[in-house]
């Protein structure tokens, strides 16, 4: 990563993002600075979730233009660990299950791989605990097979266990707001909020701005059929709740 | 067992080293110009009598041996399995037996140098000081060491070498010898019976409990070596034991091979725990025969992980003779290039109300081949009986081979049959999402793989268990990608 505090933490420019042949984002930019939290709003189908894994380096995605600069560094040739190694998180939209493998295991495994060195038990143990209250998730959780018939809300709240002890630089929430109940949502935006700070930043994506009255965006981008048709501040949100993303369509037609 | 890593201390025993490779930690070879004598190649009445004398054995045992190696040369050759390695085997080319040392040790300071060294390398002395009740240590056709905790020995408790146990209790020996395999039962059952040398006897009187494992540690050391252990335990009623061995050898251009016949005879109310890590180098045919006859509410369970040899062919089974009866099979199989893990499990029952819980993991990779082969019969009878099999196969690549043959016989209508069978491969999803927590592919597949075994993992003891998800690393290690 550059020194220079002004590097933005992520740049995508004019990026153009296919799966099995089909053309999802068509040219999309997009600054994210540090300390800022951007909302990328949509609706299905618009890319939003192609977006996410696209920054990730999902290779079932395959990006045919433009670039995805982060800290500075085209990341295309990082492959999905180098990036996690390097700050980039995502929180999944549908994490999957890892049948015998225990939470516990999985997050010490996790924590190894991405500060590059072994965490003492001693000081592993205190932070696990921690983020369990904040995220108010029982110790039994630890001993469960990761996501292995966990409910939709435990699902995202063990991704948010994950990005408190991975403490990413970018953390990308995809749809993270997706099924939570009131209380779930609000535990969710706790430990959103609790991440922010000057060195980090976050994208929100997400279909409703229900999760924005808990999590303030800096900016938001509405995302329409593989562009950034529109970018505002939190007002924006606001008028999309009440106007639906029709009259943007309108607009871009 | 998967966060193993994360709560249990590292450095136990037997798994010191285990990040070397298999040439390094268990393929090396002692000089074998000390030992004491190794027969001619080849399996005859000469090499059978000859044995049979050099052990100074009672005449009927001489004779079993003598009906066995008739048996073994009039049997054909199984005609399922890997037909294909079986009929490669050259019995012509094979020492049958070989002794290193002229006597056994109790005391580990006993032990010759050379053959201490092997066993030290492997981690023995210091797994019997740490976790063990009793430990033996067989080094090509005989035991070289032995020890039984004091308290058990005054327990009455007999845990000794076959040789010894047929020398010391005869009449006990005589009694259950091919009681529950006998020679004529297949052709590498009689091969064993003719020729056999070492293995354990086990005798655990009625009531007592074996709180913590009994060892066995097999090493075949010469090339074209055989090694036919036998080994016999009985539970008595209400007693409790858990019995494990291990096996290692050196990795040789030409084949070695290991026919072993182990029978259990488990009395009523009693368990019986028989637990197998077999890692033979890549050139050894494991071709076993397991059986345990069940009384009334007893309980039998074998814990079974296959990860080396050549060709395992290996069903341990349990007949579940007395009401109650308890049967239950765990096994992985791994198999990666140039394997053939030929696995399964048999359980008869043949009383009322008797269970059976099979449960397969098999694991292919590099073009390795893994086969599930299970009978289940249930006789007429056997009412209110339950039956529970679950076969998952878990291949990495699209070289590598799964294949399950379940066999149910069912002849009572009053029993409940439970079977599931699933072939998956590591999902892309599944490797992503842990990439993106940071592990590489192959931290990756290995966490997967050692999930997917985990219901495995789970019932051994903690030292095995490091050691298992550790050998499977040094398998997964480059394996993909």
Not at chain 2, 10 to 26: P, R, V
Not at chain 2, 109 to 129: M, W
Not at chain 2, 158 to 183: C, K, N, Q, W
Not at chain 2, 246 to 262: E, F
Request: aromatic share 8%; charged share 25%; proline share 4%.
């Amino acid at each position: 990563m550059s020194d220079e505090t002004n590097t933005p933490v992520l740049e995508v420019s004019d990026l153009h993002v296919s799966v099995g042949g089909k053309e999802i984002l068509k040219g999309l930019n997009l600054t994210v600075g540090a300390g800022e939290t951007h909302a990328i709003m949509g609706r299905n189908g618009s890319g939003k979730s192609t977006l996410s894994a696209a920054i990730m380096g999902n290779p079932r995605y395959e990006i045919t233009s433009g670039t995805i600069v982060y800290g500075g560094q085209d990341i295309a040739e990082l492959a999905v660990h180098e990036r996690a190694r390097a700050g980039v998180f995502l929180s999944f939209q549908y994490p999957v299950a890892l049948p015998g493998v225990s939470v516990v295991n999985f997050l010490r495994q996790a924590v190894r791989a991405v500060r590059g060195d072994d965490v003492p038990i001693k000081a592993f143990r205190p932070l696990v605990k921690e983020n369990l209250k904040i995220l108010d998730i029982p110790q039994t959780f630890m001993t469960r097979y990761v996501n292995d018939g966990f409910s939709g809300g435990e699902k995202k709240r063990l991704e948010m266990l994950q990005m408190l002890m991975l403490q990413p630089t970018l953390a990308i929430l995809d749809e993270t707001d997706s099924g939570l109940d009131i209380d779930a949502l609000k535990v969710v935006s706790t430990a959103i909020n609790g991440l922010r700070s000057e060195k980090r930043a976050q994208l929100v994506i997400t279909h409703y701005q229900r999760i924005l009255q808990y999590v303030t965006p800096d900016h938001v981008h509405v995302l329409l059929d593989g562009q950034i048709v529109k970018s505002g501040g939190p007002d924006l949100a606001h008028e999309l709740e009440k106007h639906g993303y029709e009259w943007l369509e309108k607009d871009a037609a | 067992m998967s966060d193993t890593t994360v709560d249990r201390p590292k450095g136990a025993a037997g798994t010191a080293g285990l990040g070397d490779d298999y040439d390094t930690k268990y393929g090396f070879h002692d000089d074998e110009s000390a030992y004491d004598f190794k027969s001619k190649k080849g399996v005859d009445h000469e090499v059978v009598e000859m044995i049979s004398r050099y052990k100074k054995e009672p005449d009927w045992m001489r004779e079993v041996r003598h009906n066995a190696l008739d048996v073994f040369l009039s049997k054909p050759m199984p005609t399922w399995g890997s037909t294909e390695l079986l009929n490669s085997i050259d019995f012509e080319n094979i020492h049958y037996y070989v002794r290193a040392s002229e006597r056994q040790a109790q005391d580990w300071d006993d032990v010759p140098e050379s053959v201490k060294n092997t066993f030290e390398k492997l981690g023995i002395p210091e797994a019997e000081r740490k976790f063990l009740a009793g430990v033996t240590a067989q080094y090509e056709s005989e035991v070289v060491y032995h020890s039984l905790r004091e308290d058990l020995e005054k327990l009455g408790v007999i845990f000794t070498d076959m040789d010894t146990g047929l020398r010391e209790y005869e009449d006990v020996v005589r009694e259950h010898f091919t009681s529950v395999i006998p020679a004529e039962d297949n052709k590498f059952a009689a091969l064993n019976t003719a020729v056999w040398s070492g293995g354990s006897f086990v005798y655990v009187p009625k009531g007592v409990e074996v709180a913590i494992p009994l060892q066995a540690y097999f090493r075949i050391n010469t090339e074209n070596m055989g090694q036919f252990e036998r080994t016999l335990i009985i539970a008595d009623e209400g007693s409790k034991v858990h019995y494990i061995e291990g096996c290692t050898a050196p990795t040789y251009s030409s084949d070695s091979l290991h026919s072993a016949v182990v029978e259990l005879i488990a009395r009523p109310g009693s368990t019986i725990r028989y637990t197998t890590i077999q890692n033979w180098s890549k050139n050894v045919y494991n071709l076993v025969t397991k059986r345990a006859i069940a009384e009334a509410g007893s309980r039998v369970e074998w814990i079974d992980g296959n990860l080396g040899s050549k060709l395992t062919m290996k069903y341990p089974a349990v007949y579940l003779v007395g009401e109650g009866a308890h049967a239950e099979i765990l096994s992985v199989a791994f198999s990666s290039s140039d394997q053939h893990q030929d696995a399964g499990s048999k359980v008869i029952h043949a009383a009322p109300r008797t269970t059976s819980v099979i449960t397969s993991k098999s694991i292919s990779k590099d073009g390795g081949r893994g086969t599930y082969r299970g009978l289940v019969k249930v006789h007429e009878g056997a009412e209110g009986s339950k039956v529970n099999v679950k076969c998952d196969a878990l291949l990495l690549d699209d070289r590598s081979r799964s294949d399950t043959y379940p066999t149910m016989e069912v002849d009572d209508e009053a029993v409940s049959i439970e079977h599931e069978a699933t072939v998956s491969k590591v999902g892309e999803e599944q490797l992503y999402y842990l990439m993106s927590r940071g592990l590489d592919q192959d931290a990756a597949t290995t966490l997967i793989v050692n999930g997917f075994i985990e219901p495995f993992t789970k019932e051994l003891p903690m030292e095995y268990a490091v050691e298992l998800n550790r050998l499977i690393q040094l398998e997964m290690e480059g394996a993909i990608g």
